[in-house]
């Protein structure tokens, strides 16, 4: 049940109150605020629903356990950021280990039943039925990682370029160059599908 | 113009970060170069369909599960919090305990030494009070003799 009577409060001014009162309330707003963008983030990276959802309320409730931790130096979304793209980025790794793992057990005579990632579909196999969105979000998994994220935070969430900086610990000017980069090789990614946007 | 040049043109034009003259001058080559302008307008609506795509929602499970998850957390953390407590007061009750039962000890050491000086005072007292009277002994000149004498074999027998 969403409190009205948080709604005017900056994110930063809520944690502040969640740290010096333990006001739940406040925490339960910044929850409200959040949920959807962090799930949205981690489906958007990792292309799995029900990790989105789990890695969503682990990073709000490592908000609420390490509440201290945040300093207002910082934004409270820059914080927040960090750490579901810190879970989304270990999610992966672990992934890829039990995939690689998988893939060495599997004899010859299975290869053939391996599920085509989206990049290996022909350009004639149902692609004419996707909307956009899912041609994106399909092209986005084929994205490498260093660009995945980096667009989704800069485009699809919509961060500033600054915080994209802040929350991946990278230079600027290496932010701005690594996003062109990806939205280029997206592109291509989306062309070779043989559609456009 | 080379090709990474272009590229980055084409972001700076759409995210407006291009200087007015640059502009003006981008412009006029998307109107000459078709290929230019293709690829900004494929660009410029991937960026567009990416601003517009649908926020993925938490299930309608997600707060209920949320706050039991927390709930948990700070049922886990009070029982430790009252254990903690606990475990302190037990020490210190076990503390108290030996330092009342070595009071008591030597409380009732102090009390019976007392006792024991109070039952043997009385006749101290009396017999150093016998000491420092005058007493009156009547003995006859053989007596003191006997006496003497015996003194005598007492101081050979030491010797």
């Known amino acids: 049940m969403r409190n009205d009577k948080y709604i005017d409060f900056t994110d930063e001014e809520l944690i502040l109150m969640f740290q010096k009162t333990e006001d739940r309330s406040a925490y339960t707003e910044l929850v409200n605020r959040y949920k959807d963008k962090l799930k949205s983030f981690v489906f958007r990276f990792i292309n799995d629903d029900a990790v989105a959802e789990d890695l969503a309320q682990e990073t709000l409730i490592k908000v609420y356990i390490k509440k201290d931790l945040y300093k207002p130096v910082a934004k409270f979304s820059t914080w927040i950021y960090t750490i579901v793209q810190n879970l989304a980025k270990t999610e992966l790794r672990k992934r890829k280990r039990r995939a690689t793992f998988n893939f060495t057990d599997l004899g010859n005579d299975d290869m053939e039943f391996i599920a085509k990632s989206p990049d290996d579909m022909g350009a004639d196999e149902e692609i004419g039925d996707k909307n956009d969105s899912k041609i994106i979000h399909e092209s986005l998994q084929v994205l490498d990682v260093e660009f995945r994220n980096i667009i989704i935070f800069r485009d699809i969430q919509e961060l500033s370029y600054d915080e994209v900086s802040k929350i991946l610990q990278i230079p600027l000017g290496t932010v701005k160059s690594r996003i062109n980069r990806g939205r280029f090789k997206l592109k291509e990614i989306i062309e070779q599908k043989g559609v456009t946007i | ?159």
């Open chain 2, 1 to 159: 113009m080379n090709c990474e040049n272009n590229k980055d043109k084409i972001i700076s034009y759409i995210e407006n970060d291009l200087n007015e003259n640059d502009r003006r001058l981008f412009e006029e080559e998307l109107k000459n170069n078709s290929d230019l302008n293709s690829e900004y307008i494929e660009m410029k609506n991937l960026l567009d369909s990416m601003k517009n795509l649908p926020e993925v929602k938490t299930s309608s499970n997600f707060m209920v599960s949320l706050n039991s998850k927390i709930d948990e957390y700070e049922a886990k953390k009070n029982y430790k919090w009252y254990n903690t407590i606990f475990d302190s007061v037990s020490t210190n009750v076990r503390l108290l305990q030996g330092g009342i039962a070595a009071l008591a000890i030597i409380f009732v050491i102090f009390l019976g030494t007392n006792v024991l000086d109070s039952d043997n005072s009385q006749p101290l007292m009396l017999s150093n009070s016998n000491l420092t009277e005058d007493v009156e002994i009547n003995l006859t000149d053989s007596e003191i003799d006997s006496l003497i004498d015996s003194n005598k074999e007492i101081d050979s027998v030491i010797e």
